[in-house]
């Protein structure tokens, strides 16, 4: 049967044209062909991104340099700038969490920029260290949690139990110096009596003891009293015969859970 030549079909250009039932491509669809291959082996290497890419950047090669100046802020600063060339530098990525863990102990940021590189170059040879580094981080992150939370808490308690602690000394103390008042002490020498020491009574327990103060005699005026180690302004309230409210009235500016050794603190007229 002769071979008869249909129609012309003009596609793209003229790429291809139609010799009955067959389809022959031309020369110029050959090299369209051929570039397209290219641009798009192109477009994939770069996706990936090429570690040549990343040497090649003038950025990555500027924070290698201000890692040898150990400057790791300014390194950190040039891998930035590298990503934004190229979001996909696997290099940029793997500097970034070094640095973030070893130098600016920001464990989130260095977990980030792993998990970045790994999804890059999940066969590099260094894979293994990477996941290492990642446990390591994910650590210390928890570490760092953890201890805010307990440290908060415990200081709160030791807080609590140390103003506790110095009201019920200051009660005891209260205590002691009244029973002192009321039990009479017997003459020493007197007719009768044993030459043996007599037991020290509570007063004069209460004398010897530097930490039992005589009580304050009522003021007309307000005065100032220097805060020492445990004192609390209940125990100023039981001390100079004043209420906390006045005291809290008397000192605005004051913070009674915060008071300090030393502090001047205004002590209102007694009565109050």
């Known amino acids: 049967m002769p071979r008869q030549k249909s129609s012309g079909i003009a596609l793209a250009g003229a790429f ?39 040497e090649s950047n003038p950025d990555f090669q500027a924070g290698k340099r201000r890692i040898s100046a150990l400057d790791s802020r300014g390194a ?47 066969e590099s040879n260094v894979s293994d260290m990477v996941l290492g580094r990642i446990n390591s981080c994910k650590v210390e992150l928890a570490k760092t949690v953890s201890f805010s939370l ?23 103390m209260q205590l002691n110096m009244q029973i002192a008042r009321t ?52 125990s100023l309230s039981r001390k100079y015969g004043v209420t906390v409210a006045a005291l809290k009235a008397a000192n605005p500016t004051v913070v009674p859970e915060r008071l300090k050794v030393g502090q001047a603190i205004t002590i209102p007229p007694a009565g109050n």
């Open 16 to 54: 291809v044209y139609v010799s009955g039932m067959t389809i022959v491509p031309s020369a110029l669809f050959r090299r369209f062909a051929c570039v397209a291959a290219i641009l798009l082996l192109a477009a994939c290497t770069n996706f990936t991104g090429n570690p040549l890419d990343d």
């Open 76 to 122: 950190i600063e040039s891998f930035e700038k590298a990503l934004q060339t190229n979001p996909n530098s696997a290099q940029s990525h793997f500097e970034l969490g070094l640095l973030y863990e070893k130098d600016v102990r920001d464990y989130g940021s260095a977990i980030y920029h792993f998990q970045k590189y790994m999804k890059l170059r999940p």
């Open 150 to 172: 307990v440290s908060k808490n415990a200081f709160a308690e030791m807080t609590r139990l140390a103003n506790e602690n110095a009201a019920l000394r200051e009660q005891v």
């Open 183 to 234: 039990s009479p002490v017997p003459p020493v020498g007197a007719i009768g009596e044993s030459r043996s020491a007599p037991p020290q009574s509570l007063e004069h327990t209460a004398r010897a003891s530097p930490a039992a103060p005589l009580p304050a005699a009522p003021a007309t005026s307000p005065r100032t009293h220097p805060i020492q180690r445990n004192e609390t302004f209940f």
